[in-house]
Antibody
Framework: EVQVLESGGGLVQPGGSLRLSCAASGFTFSSYAMTWVRQAPGKGLEWVSSISGSGGSTYYADSVKGRFTISRDNSKNTVYLQMNSLRAEDTAVYYC??????????????????WGKGTTVTVSS | QSVLTQPPSVSAAPGQKVTISCSGSSSNIGNNYVSWYQQLPGTAPKLLMY???RRPSGIPDRFSGSKSGTSATLGITGLQTGDEADYYC???????????FGTGTKVTVL
C-alpha cells in the first residue's frame, strides 16, 4: 500500500525553527516528486514546496521562499521541510503528498495523488 | 487571495447533481491540466480528478471533470451524504511559478 506519514510538528516560538519529515512506503520513492501543502485553521489549501524525484529541482511558494528548504533522502525514502524564521501565519496543518508530473513535465503538469494525514505546526509565544 | 475562483458553497438533495466551477486565467487553467481534490471533514485531501477529466482508481464515475478555456468544472451526479466535503481545484500557474489551489467549495447534501 502506498503511504506517506508526516512527523515533526509542534509548538514553536516566532522566529524559531522546525524540521518536518515525511516517510514514504509502498512505491519507488526516487521516481516521484514530493510536495508539501499546508492548511491554516479554517482556511483553504496552500501549496508550500515541491521537489523532483532526484532532488535536483525544487520549487517554493513566495510566502516561504528564503525561509523554508525542501530536501529528500532517497536512501531513507524520506522528504524533509526545514522551516526557519517561523511566523504566526505559518501556523497550519502541513501535508506531505506523493506527486506526479504528467509526461514527466514538472512542475507544469504537477498534481498530488497520495496525501498523508498531516502534522500540526503552531507558531506562538 | 487565490487566483482560482470557486463558489463558496453548492447544495442539492440526495440523488441530484451538482457542478463546481473553477475560474482561472491563461497562465494557469488555460495552459495546464486541472486536478480536483476532495477533503472530507477532519481528514486529509484526496485526489479526485487529474489531467482535467481522469479519475484515479477507486473514484466512482459519478464524478466527472471538464475544462474549457480558462475554466474547469467538477460534476457530481447521484449525490450521496458521503459526498459532503470541501472540494478544491488546483493547477500550476506559469506566471507565479507556483502551484495554485482554488478557494474551495463546500458541498452540502440537503
Amino acid at each position: 500500500e502506498v503511504q506517506v506519514l508526516e512527523s515533526g510538528g509542534g509548538l514553536v516560538q516566532p522566529g524559531g525553527s522546525l524540521r518536518l519529515s515525511c516517510a514514504a512506503s509502498g512505491f519507488t520513492f526516487s521516481s516521484y516528486a514530493m510536495t508539501w501543502v499546508r492548511q491554516a485553521p479554517g482556511k483553504g489549501l496552500e501549496w508550500v514546496s515541491s521537489i523532483s524525484g532526484s532532488g535536483g529541482s525544487t520549487y517554493y511558494a513566495d510566502s516561504v521562499k528564503g525561509r523554508f528548504t525542501i530536501s529528500r533522502d532517497n536512501s531513507k525514502n524520506t522528504v524533509y521541510l526545514q522551516m526557519n524564521s517561523l511566523r504566526a501565519e505559518d501556523t497550519a496543518v502541513y501535508y506531505c503528498a506523493k506527486s506526479l508530473c504528467t509526461g514527466g513535465v514538472c512542475p507544469l503538469k504537477l498534481y498530488m495523488d497520495v496525501w498523508g494525514k498531516g502534522t500540526t505546526v503552531t507558531v506562538s509565544s | 487571495q487565490s487566483v482560482l475562483t470557486q463558489p463558496p458553497s453548492v447544495s442539492a438533495a440526495p440523488g441530484q447533481k451538482v457542478t463546481i466551477s473553477c475560474s482561472g486565467s491563461s497562465s494557469n487553467i488555460g495552459n495546464n491540466y486541472v486536478s480536483w481534490y476532495q477533503q472530507l471533514p477532519g481528514t486529509a485531501p484526496k485526489l479526485l480528478m487529474y489531467e482535467n477529466n481522469r479519475r484515479p482508481s477507486g473514484i466512482p464515475d459519478r464524478f466527472s471533470g471538464s475544462k474549457s478555456g480558462t475554466s474547469a468544472t467538477l460534476g457530481i451526479t447521484g449525490l450521496q451524504t458521503g459526498d459532503e466535503a470541501d472540494y478544491y481545484c488546483g493547477t500550476w500557474d506559469s506566471s507565479l511559478s507556483a502551484y495554485v489551489f482554488g478557494t474551495g467549495t463546500k458541498v452540502t447534501v440537503l
